[in-house]
């Protein structure tokens, strides 16, 4: 088989197909109406090497390849990648896709059809993105010569450096490792927007439908006021029909970029959803209930009155109704150590104190780590934890950030922990109080020690006109995060990916290995792209202090500075070192041509205009426009920043996100993970207030954007004094989402409910 419909493919074909393309056959096969496409199956790919006779020239440039010589490598991937991208494609083949694509657009009536271009991998016993291709994606595909190039450029991806490397480190044969791409439309949505298959909050077997007019992003971004239909799932009737002004929607241009519009004004008040597509949508429903066999939290859209399912989740706050977040039943069990509550939820299990890296293999499953501070090869052994005290650390230390991230109940800043604790001994932790207990505590939350703090607190139907986001430090927690129905990502840091790789960055460009570096930035960042797409991701170039690179190899050059905090990080150490800035510019821009046009770029701890200045410059370099090809912002950490956040718009800003957790050790003089001086760092101490508010408040008179991503937007009271002061989004922590949104959507109501009282007191 080498092109096949969805329809014709099943889970049973991932040898041929890829585990995306038996995924989307299977779905499709289920009667669940994911957008309609086809895959081409391996089988093509293999065809097209060997008809082209291509494939000798290809393993005779391998074989003659050192693939340790780093340089050779890079050049011999080139060199095949070019062969395969350029080499004409036989006749039969292109046939077969071009059938297969006019077809689609025939099936879905357009002239040529919108589509997505992907890979996907079929040998599953490669790790995928090692493995390569597996990441590739093109969006926004459209007409026959465009899909056929694109094709080959997935089949070329195949030939990535890394892949080659990969392959040979592990014995694979070059010859027998093969690649599918599907070809899927891209839904052009004249309505859209979201389904819960029961009510979130009670369970009640009533589907819950907002709509709106154009793309899904007027609803999910909360830009405009949706309709709301309930219906009963048994009897199909509708109990409650609200039709409300739509006053925008969002419509693709052609590059496939959405715009926001105003709805013509004879929509603007017409129901979105006749009774038929609410028919359509009920059955959407069961099909998937029964599929997944749980309640489920979807996004859809219509094009020319056909529906179709974009996203699909289990709706979590379900599982969550009156379960104890907390220890309020242990009141009379032994606190035997007293911290800062980092990251909430219980967690029971056996203590496994870390004093030295090399003691990592002690973690077992569902162990409690015990150490000083936890450092970034420390997180594969967090993973396995059910929860983690350390001695060290604030809330905003790397413990604290990355627990919450894994969902890991954490305690950090006992001062104690690893003198106090000993191996073996069991004790419960309390992320929320900070509290750990002597003894096993049985909650539903200690026993499944990895609970779902992240996600069980998903998305509640509230519709905020100020964004709601979320933080993302790790790839791999990018599935929850965007679970959380978040509007965006606020802060994607760099750091924690880049201190993930192994080695230090600098050692991959000393060794000349920038490719390498450029690509695992890639495949970090399009995990988090692809989940949240189109909502904006904006990424932050690296900031770490020289500290937390030293244990990396490659780390030993690092300086050993008095006061880390205050030293070489962020935009200061970018500048100085330009060519690490560069590679993460180029990864963005190469995202932006595979279609992620949504990714952003967020600079670090700057404290002077020319800082912003030189940086966007160091970005045009690349090829990569500030403001017009990409979204460019900082971040506001400094009070230098803050006081003179005017001389930065005037320099050019898309955005600007408040950095609190620095910001506040900043102004007040407190390290953010010292543990003495832990009770003096307040972000509400009414000098960081007044600079938040200043900055809020001139970004808004410009125009510009203005979001928080410091820890203070995950504190409920803080947020609600920063909408009123006039934020338009805040990005939180996972498992902070549900609250803030409550809070936000209550600031606002007050706002209004406030500027009528005044209006009728006038
Ligand atoms: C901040 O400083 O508030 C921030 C979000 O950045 P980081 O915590 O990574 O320093
Ligand atoms: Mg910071």
């Not at 989307?24 to 109406?33: C, D, K, S």
């Not at 230098?640 to 320099?651: S, V």
């Amino acid at each position: 088989m080498f092109v096949a419909k969805f329809e014709k493919i099943s889970k049973d074909d991932i040898d041929i197909a890829g585990g995306k393309g038996a995924n989307l056959g299977e779905l499709t096969q289920a009667g669940i109406p994911v957008p309609p496409g086809f895959v081409i199956t391996s089988e093509t790919y293999e065809k097209f090497m060997s008809d082209t006779e291509i494939n000798t020239n290809i393993m005779d440039i391998l074989k003659n390849t050192d693939v340790n010589d780093t340089k050779a490598l890079q050049e011999a991937s080139d060199k095949i990648k070019e062969i395969i991208i350029n080499t004409k494609m036989p006749q039969d083949i292109e046939t077969m896709i071009v059938e297969a694509y006019n077809q689609l657009s025939q099936s879905v009536d357009e002239d040529d059809a919108d589509v997505a271009v992907r890979s996907s991998a079929t040998a599953e016993d490669l790790p995928d993105a090692s493995f390569a291709g597996q990441q590739d994606t093109y969006l926004h595909v459209k007409g026959v010569d465009q899909v056929l190039e694109y094709v080959q450029k997935v089949w070329a991806s195949l030939f990535e450096a890394r892949a080659i490397f990969y392959r040979e480190e592990n014995d694979f044969d070059h010859e027998k490792v093969y690649i599918a791409v599907c070809v899927q439309q891209m839904v052009q949505a004249e309505k859209a927007g979201v389904m819960f298959t029961v009510n979130p909050s009670t369970g009640e077997e009533v589907a819950m439908i907002e709509g709106s007019w154009g793309l899904g992003e007027s609803v999910v971004s909360g830009d405009v006021t949706p309709d709301h239909y309930d219906v009963d799932k048994k009897s199909g009737k509708i109990e409650t029909l609200t039709v409300s002004d739509k006053k925008f929607m969002y419509i693709n241009d052609d590059k496939g970029t959405s715009l926001k519009v105003e709805v013509p004004e004879e929509k603007r008040n017409e129901r979105v959803l006749s009774d038929e597509d609410l028919k359509k949508l009920l059955d959407m429903a069961k099909t998937i209930e029964d599929l997944y066999k749980k309640p489920m939290d979807t996004e859809w859209a219509m094009q020319k009155g056909r529906l179709y399912l974009l996203q699909a989740r289990p709706i979590t706050t379900l599982d969550n109704v009156d379960e104890p977040t907390s220890s309020d039943n242990a009141t009379d069990l032994d606190v035997i150590v007293k911290g800062l509550g980092a990251s909430p939820g219980m967690a029971a299990g056996s203590v496994k104190v870390i004093f030295d890296l090399d003691e990592l293999d002690k973690i077992e499953d569902g162990d409690i780590m015990v150490t000083a501070m936890t450092t970034p090869d420390m997180v594969p052994a967090m993973k396995k934890s059910a929860g983690i005290v350390t001695d060290e650390g604030g809330v905003t230390c790397h413990a604290s950030i990355i627990s919450r991230e894994l969902g890991i109940p954490c305690v950090v800043g006992t001062g104690e922990a690893t003198s106090t604790l000993k191996d073996s001994q069991e004790v419960t932790v309390d992320g929320k109080k900070g509290l750990v207990y002597e003894g096993i505590i049985k909650t539903e939350e200690s026993q499944s020690s990895q609970s779902e703090t992240s996600t069980s607190q998903a998305a509640a139907p509230i519709i905020t006109v100020t964004d709601v986001k979320v933080n993302v430090s790790m790839p791999e927690a990018a599935k929850k995060a965007a679970a959380t129905g978040a509007d965006g990502v606020g802060l994607l840091r760099a750091e924690h990916m880049m201190l993930g790789l192994g080695a230090h960055p600098k050692k991959f460009i000393d060794d000349g290995k920038e490719d390498e570096l450029i690509s695992e930035l890639i495949n970090g960042i399009i995990k988090v792209a692809d989940e949240f797409y189109p909502r904006p991701v904006w990424y932050r170039t690296m900031d770490a202090p020289t500290d937390e690179f030293v244990t990396m190899e490659g780390g030993e050059n690092e300086p050993i500075e008095h006061n880390p905090m205050l030293g070489w990080r962020g935009i200061r150490r970018e500048l100085d070192e330009p060519e690490l800035i560069q590679c993460e510019f180029k990864a963005i821009k190469k995202l932006h041509e595979k279609g992620y046009t949504n990714v952003g770029i967020m600079i670090p701890l700057s404290q002077n205009v020319a800082e912003l200045k030189k940086a966007k410059e160091l970005c045009a370099d690349v090829g990569l426009i500030p403001h017009k090809d990409v979204e460019f912002g900082m971040m506001v950490e400094t009070p230098a920043a803050a006081l003179i956040i005017e001389d930065y718009i005037a320099e050019g800003l898309d955005f600007v996100s408040l950095g609190t957790n620095d910001l506040t050790q900043y102004t007040l003089a407190i390290d953010r993970n010292n543990e003495f001086t832990a009770k003096n760092y307040k972000e509400e101490h009414p000098a960081v207030m007044k600079l938040i508010e200043r900055t809020i408040k001139i970004c808004v008179e410009n125009g510009v954007t203005c979001s928080i991503c410091g820890q203070a937007g995950s504190v409920p009271r803080i947020v609600e004094k920063l909408v009123g002061f006039g934020i338009t989004s805040v990005s939180s922590n996972a498992d902070a989402i549900s609250d803030v949104r409550k809070t936000v959507a209550k600031a606002e109501q007050k706002l209004i409910l406030d500027a009528a009282r005044e209006q009728l007191n006038k």
